[in-house]
Structure formats: structure tokens, C-alpha cells
């Protein structure tokens, strides 16, 4: 595929479905990683890494050996220090995408959200009470995203009913869990003591603490609600989609949630509607990684790299010279081929040392396509895409880079004249 299949007007076109399968699936898991990591150590590393490996890819292309040599050894060596240096959030990040637990959140979006009235008008009595008492609390209400992939910490399970005491009893003061969330799912609190991620907006106002970028990270990444009781102003928020309200009355608590999720299960029956805010949402960290993901794929695809091959670049490298037969084809009708044309090249080859090794040079062949010439002399530059390779081995170079060759008019023979053959009557006649 060439570089102008990526041209946008022609994209869908000349792309064939699993290119586009691959792109998706890419795409999704590249963003998975980054609302994860986003904010982090991590991901400032892993930008870095990535930035590197550019370099080194526009190094190559440029045919800057040395400098793509050196960039290639620091984008490994950045890579390696990533996977052991941040090997426990990324064990904690592969332990927490359960596909068994993913699965029932993606199809809780069909059903409704089991929250009722009585449990939402007891809670927002409590939060209220914790916030008379100047006591924090952060409690998060899922509707249809899975939030526990997103957390720092999932804290620990409890599977309760929601009850006043119960709520207050776990934010109350020298509780083991008061400093975390409350995570609410489908009615019951699910879980406790759970670490949020914070939210890296530079808007936000210096009186919002932990638990008010808690709550408003948690709700940018996902479509939950979240409550947010304050302990210096003794204030009650309410947060949906990064944006956060203050609420005056446990009345107006019970019924913005209610409201916002009787909301959310309107707009479940128009699956449309749906679908376009899940893509709208965060649409800016999607598009970035959906332009990075394309510009790697186009990259992979243009240089035909295999990811395996990454495993062979850490073996000894060798190079050696191979002479192999030039064979043409797709003769224009007509024309032939001066007997001047070359019939064999230099080709240097790179790789594993054993694969080298025992590399057949007589399997080899550089193929020629003539389509389309025309009579007369042509210079045509060799690619990798003239010769087949094995698994592991790189082009470096043709020796010469370029052959010509000369198309002439292929000359018709002219007929031989018969002999005449002289009738028998004839002959005896003559005699």
C-alpha cells in the first residue's frame, strides 16, 4: 500500500476491512492505556519512549545510519526501564481488565440502572449529615461505564445495601476508609476505600481539594455520577461529565440524582444517541490517539514491519552479499528485451547472523514488473518491494541501485520461400 491510500477523501475507499478492524482495535486499547496512565510518571515515560522511537523511524527513513543506530539502543533501553520500573501498574492495570466482569458492564447499558427512590433519599440524607459535621465523603454512582479499570485502587468489596449508618460509619472519622470513594453499583455500594484518579484540568479552583479533582477525574474519564461532600466548607457537590455544581438541600440531592439517571436511561433507548456520546466524550485525548495510532500503522504498513521482528533486533546482526538472478516480467506486447540487460545484481542482506548463515542464494530473485514501458531505454530503481525475503532478514542495499535496460520492436522473420517442386511429367519431358 502506498502512502496515498491515507489521503482522508480516499480513506474508506482504499482501505480494506481488516485494516480498518486493525486501526479500531488499536485504538481502543491505546486509549484504554492512557486514560490510565494518564497524568502520571508513566505516561510522561512512556511519551518520551514513544517520541524517541519516532525519531528513530524518521532516522531511517532519512538514511542516517549512525544517528538511527544510536536513537534505536535508546528507544530499547527507554522501553525496558518502562516495563520494570512500572511493572506493578501494569500488573495492576492487566488484573483489574477482567474480560468476565467487562462483558456484564457492557450489557448493563440494555437495563435499566437499579437505583431506587428510597436508597437515593437516604443516602443524600446521610451525605448531609456528614457535611453538618464537617466530615468529607466522596460517593461514586455507576450507570453504564465499568469504573474499576479506571481506578487507582478498587479498595475492597463489600456488597452492601445502602444504609444511612452504614455510610456514615465508613466516612466517620479514624475509619480505615475515609479517605476514599464509595463506589455505588446497581443500587448496592459495591465497594469501599477506593482511590481515584485526579483530574489534571489547570480551570479548576484552588478551594476544591483531593476528593473535588477526585470526583470530577473519575467522572471525565466515565459516564458516572459522583458526590462530593466537602469538610472545610461543610458544602455538598454534585459532579456529572468533569462538571461540578453545588447542591443546597438533601431534597435537591435526591432529586439531581434521580433526574440524571432516569436521564441516562431515556437516552439508553436511543442507541444512536448513545453511541455519539461515548465518541464525544473526551473527544480530544480520542482524536490524539486515534492520529497516533493511524501514523504507526501507516508507518508499519509502508515498511511492511513485522512486530516479531523487534525480538530479532535484540539477537547479533550480520550483513553479506549476495548475488541473485534478475528475472522480468509483464513484457509489453510488441517489444523484447535488449540482450544488454542485466541478469543478475548485488544485493546486500541483513539479519541473524544464522539465518544468514543459511540463507540460499539460489532461491533468491529480484522480479521486474515492465508493465507500461514503452519502447526505448529505461532506469529503474530497485526497492525492497522487487524481492521476496525471509522472515528476519532486511534489505541494505543493491549493488547497482538502478538497472537499465532497452525495449526495442521485436522484429518479425520473414517467410522463407519453398522450394518449387518440379512435377514428374515435367522431369520426364526435360529428359
Not at 163 to 173: D, K, M, R, S
Not at 205 to 225: F, K, M, P, Q, V
Not at 244 to 249: F, G, R, Y
Not at 318 to 332: D, G, I, L, S
Request: aromatic share 8%; net charge positive.
Amino acid at each position: 500500500m502506498g502512502l496515498e491510500a491515507i489521503v482522508p477523501g480516499r480513506l474508506l475507499g482504499s482501505l480494506p476491512w481488516a485494516y480498518i478492524v486493525d486501526i479500531a482495535i488499536m485504538w481502543f486499547v491505546a486509549y484504554q492505556i492512557y486514560i490510565r496512565f494518564r497524568g502520571t510518571q508513566a505516561m510522561r515515560l512512556l511519551l518520551r519512549v514513544f517520541t524517541v522511537w519516532l525519531s528513530y523511524m524518521v532516522a531511517q527513513a532519512a538514511g542516517l545510519t549512525l544517528t538511527a543506530f544510536l536513537l534505536w539502543a535508546l528507544w530499547l533501553a527507554g522501553l525496558i526501564f518502562f516495563l520494570i520500573t512500572f511493572q506493578r501498574d501494569i500488573l495492576r492495570i492487566f488484573m483489574q481488565m477482567n474480560p468476565m466482569r467487562r462483558l456484564p458492564s457492557i450489557l448493563r447499558s440494555a437495563r435499566r440502572v437499579k437505583f431506587t427512590d428510597e436508597n437515593i433519599a437516604a443516602a443524600a440524607q446521610s451525605l448531609f449529615r456528614l457535611a453538618e459535621k464537617r466530615i468529607g465523603a466522596l460517593v461514586v454512582l455507576e450507570r453504564t461505564d465499568a469504573l474499576e479499570s479506571l481506578m487507582r485502587s478498587p479498595g475492597e468489596e463489600i456488597n452492601a445495601e445502602i444504609q444511612p449508618a452504614l455510610l456514615e460509619t465508613i466516612f466517620g472519622i479514624g475509619s480505615s476508609y475515609h479517605d476514599g470513594a464509595i463506589y455505588i453499583q446497581d443500587g448496592r455500594i459495591y465497594r469501599v476505600g477506593c482511590v481515584l484518579p485526579l483530574s489534571e484540568s489547570f480551570d479548576l479552583s484552588n478551594a476544591y481539594g483531593t476528593r473535588h479533582r477526585a470526583a470530577i477525574g473519575i467522572t471525565e474519564n466515565s459516564d458516572c455520577l459522583a458526590v462530593v461532600v466537602s469538610e472545610e466548607r461543610g458544602e455538598v457537590s454534585t459532579v456529572e461529565g468533569g462538571q461540578i455544581q453545588p447542591v443546597k438541600s438533601p431534597e435537591a440531592l435526591a432529586s439531581w440524582i434521580v433526574s440524571h439517571l432516569h436521564r441516562r436511561e431515556d437516552g439508553q433507548r436511543n442507541r444512536w444517541a448513545l453511541t455519539r456520546a461515548t465518541l464525544t466524550r473526551n473527544w480530544r485525548p480520542k482524536l490524539a490517539v486515534l492520529s497516533a495510532v493511524i501514523m504507526l500503522w501507516v508507518v508499519g504498513a509502508y515498511h511492511r514491519q513485522n512486530p516479531q521482528d523487534i525480538l530479532a533486533q535484540l539477537t547479533a546482526r550480520a550483513e553479506q552479499t549476495y548475488t541473485v538472478r534478475v528475472f522480468f516480467y509483464n513484457m509489453p506486447p510488441g517489444l523484447v528485451l535488449d540482450g544488454a540487460a542485466p541478469r543478475s545484481v548485488q544485493v546486500r542482506l541483513r539479519g541473524r547472523d544464522d539465518l544468514l548463515k543459511f540463507l540460499d542464494p539460489g532461491r533468491l530473485r529480484l522480479a521486474v514488473n515492465l508493465q507500461g514501458l514503452e519502447q526505448g531505454g529505461h532506469e529503474l530503481s530497485l526497492g525492497a518491494r522487487h524481492i521476496d525475503l525471509p522472515d528476519g532478514v532486511r534489505l541494505s542495499g543493491f549493488l547497482p541501485q538502478t538497472l537499465k535496460i532497452l525495449l526495442r520492436t521485436q522484429k518479425k522473420q520473414a517467410a522463407t520461400p519453398r522450394p518449387q517442386r518440379r512435377s514428374a511429367a515435367a522431369g520426364a519431358g526435360a529428359k
